[in-house]
């Protein structure tokens, strides 16, 4: 199953324009590059949902921590581990 997994971003860097930047998102203490282009208005702490590298939409902390929670529980953020 493909999901989308809340992370909170932890730096912003420009790599071409404001358009397109990406960023370093923390999912549970493992730490990944996502590109950020769909969440222009995102900055650094705030939580966003990611799906296939990509930030698709903002989210509220304890949506965050809830839902990343859930999918722990589940088993659906072990390939986080294995990168």
């Known amino acids: 199953m493909c999901l989308a997994i809340p992370g909170k ?4 860097s420009d790599t071409v324009d404001e358009t ?7 999912f549970g203490g493992i730490t990944n ?3 950020l282009c769909m969440v ?14 990509v930030a698709i939409s903002r989210i509220d902390e304890e949506e965050a921590k809830i839902t990343f929670e859930y ?6 953020t072990n390939e986080l581990e294995n990168k």
């Open 33 to 35: 590059d996502v590109n």
């Open 40 to 53: 222009p208005d995102a900055v650094i702490n705030d939580y966003v949902l990611v799906h296939v590298g």
């Open 20 to 26: 397109f930047k990406t960023g370093k998102v923390s």
């Open 9 to 12: 971003i932890l730096s912003i």
């Open 71 to 76: 999918l722990k529980q589940i088993g659906e």
